[in-house]
């Protein structure tokens, strides 16, 4: 196997470490799925993100069961489907069995339940963190709002919030707020609206001898957003978590930063 990708991390409340490049598995199931999650695990990825929505948590275990790594060199991800609200402890109790895991890194609401079972909802995760049933808990697809409904009933604030994230959707402010709350972002569908054939893209791409791809990943990284990238093509994956063998400048991130719509 091999080693682990240089990839940064960020840390989490309660000292949990997060790489900051994560491989994501939406549509990947079955025989196909479990290829491309040995392909990422191979060419270093160390965080995999699943959910239960997703059907694919036996495929994952399976791929990190037979990858020879130690489950503690993983950081495994998983989520709530707000359908779910009021039945969590089961859930993830469904969750684990089929990763075949005592525990989670990162459990997330995958989307915002309504009225009371927001609140509701939180409480439960926070329970089950402080179980061991997960190391750290958070949210997906979330507001600033709901995020400070949920830090007024509690006085926690989830460690993650993972969005929906690219230069089109570049915002600062809610980058800044989520910074105020404490709170991780965590960007999926990276490349997703993005024209890859945008010249500032080529241009800083052609400068660096990388992708284009690997621009706007490594642009994620710049602004302290972590990113899920997900692809079945080996040469791909590989490509998407080679980011340390170069940096942008702060011109060329105001530049991608202008793309915004």
């Known amino acids: 196997m091999t080693e682990a990708a240089a990839v940064p991390a960020v840390t989490l409340p309660g000292g949990v ?65 707000s359908g779910r609200a009021g039945r969590e402890r089961a859930t993830l109790a469904a969750s684990l069995r ?9 459990w997330l609401v995958h989307w915002p339940p309504a009225g009371r079972a927001l609140t509701q909802v939180w409480r439960e995760f926070l329970e089950l963190r402080d179980e061991g049933k997960a190391r750290a808990v958070g949210v997906s697809n979330y507001s ?20 929906p994230w690219s230069p089109a959707r570049y915002d600062p402010a809610l980058l800044a707020g989520h910074r105020e709350r404490g709170v991780a972002v965590e960007g999926y569908s990276p490349l997703k609206g993005t024209n890859l054939a945008d010249p500032v893209l080529t241009e800083i791409a052609a400068v660096h001898g990388v992708t284009a791809a690997q621009v706007v990943l490594r642009w994620h990284l710049e602004h302290g957003v972590a990113v899920l990238v997900k692809s079945a093509h080996p040469e791909r994956i590989a490509a998407n978590i080679d980011l340390q063998c170069f940096s942008l400048s702060e011109d060329e991130v105001t530049r991608i930063d202008a793309l915004a719509r």
Request: charged content about 20%; overall charge negative; hydrophobic content about 40%.
């Open 17 to 81: 470490s997060m790489p900051m490049i994560g491989f994501g598995t939406w549509q990947l199931r079955g025989r196909a799925g479990r290829e491309s999650l040995r392909a990422a695990l191979g060419a270093g990825y160390r965080h995999i993100d699943t959910a239960t929505m997703y059907g694919n948590e036996a495929d994952v275990g399976q791929a990190v069961a037979s990858s020879g790594l130690d489950r503690g060199e993983v950081f495994i991800t998983t989520k709530l489907p």
């Open 144 to 163: 600033l709002s709901q995020i400070d409904r949920l830090i007024e009933a509690t006085g926690q604030a989830p460690a993650v919030n993972q969005i």
């Open 98 to 106: 089929a990763l075949g895991m005592p525990h989670v890194d990162l």
